[in-house]
């Protein structure tokens, strides 16, 4: 039965949170060296195409938190391909990271909390936390679509192939996400 071989599932397929370092060990075996010459050829050093690589396995373990992987070998470069397009973006708004002197930092620190008042200060972390709290009141679904299309800049077609669901299933889930999130911030 050579169709029953085809249908069996590479442990990226059937990846969950159960196993995450059977799956890291299995990343590293299959895409380090791939991804260190990938990055090695964009980046200045070879510390920073590691380091980008290491995050690569970091992200593809975060998004376990959301579910299992359906099609982890085109995650593995599409967080490739947005870690350098965000490192590009950077570089681009930011120019070359330079550590700061420590008095450049304690400058930097004094600046942004200068003119705020203790009481401006509470009332922005009551604000982070009732936002946060109503993020929690989501179903898990909901909820980490909402992030990675927030937080991780995941466009609405590679959440919904990575749900295995419709571009306007995933909105949808978004929409209900911030209709959640503007009802609770305006009723409080």
């Known amino acids: 039965m050579a169709n029953d071989s085809s249908r069996q599932q590479s442990p990226l397929r059937l990846a969950t949170r159960d196993a995450p370092s059977a799956l890291l060990a299995h990343l590293d075996s299959r895409y380090r060296l791939a991804?260190?010459?990938?990055?090695?050829?964009?980046?200045?050093?070879?510390?920073?195409?590691?380091?980008?690589?290491?995050?690569?396995?970091?992200?593809?373990?975060?998004?376990l938190e959301h579910?299992?992987?359906?099609?982890?070998?085109?995650?593995?470069?599409?967080?490739?391909?947005?870690?350098?397009?965000?490192?590009?973006?950077?570089?681009?708004?930011?120019g070359v990271e330079e550590p700061l002197p420590s008095e450049a930092?304690?400058?930097?620190?004094?600046?942004?909390?200068?003119?705020?008042?203790?009481?401006?200060?509470?009332?922005?972390?009551?604000?982070?936390?009732?936002?946060?709290?109503?993020?929690?009141?989501?179903?898990?679904?909901?909820?980490?679509?909402?992030?990675?299309?927030?937080?991780?800049?995941l466009k609405v077609r590679e959440i919904a192939e990575l749900y295995g669901i419709s571009v306007s299933g995933v909105e949808k889930q978004i929409s209900r996400a911030l209709l959640h999130l503007t009802r609770r911030m305006h009723s409080k």
């Not at 990055?39 to 050093?45: H, I, K, M, T």
């Not at 992987?69 to 490192?87: K, P, S, T, W, Y």
């Not at 705020?116 to 009332?123: A, C, D, F, H």
């Open 35 to 63: 991804l260190l010459a990938y990055f090695g050829r964009r980046v200045r050093s070879a510390a920073e195409a590691e380091d980008l690589t290491q995050d690569v396995f970091e992200r593809v373990l975060r998004s």
């Open 67 to 94: 579910g299992p992987i359906l099609n982890a070998e085109a995650l593995v470069f599409r967080i490739a391909v947005n870690l350098l397009r965000d490192r590009a973006r950077k570089v681009r708004s930011h």
């Open 105 to 153: 930092v304690a400058d930097f620190a004094d600046a942004l909390t200068e003119g705020l008042s203790p009481e401006r200060v509470v009332l922005g972390e009551r604000t982070l936390q009732e936002a946060l709290s109503a993020l929690d009141e989501l179903g898990e679904r909901t909820r980490a679509m909402f992030h990675l299309y927030r937080f991780e800049n």
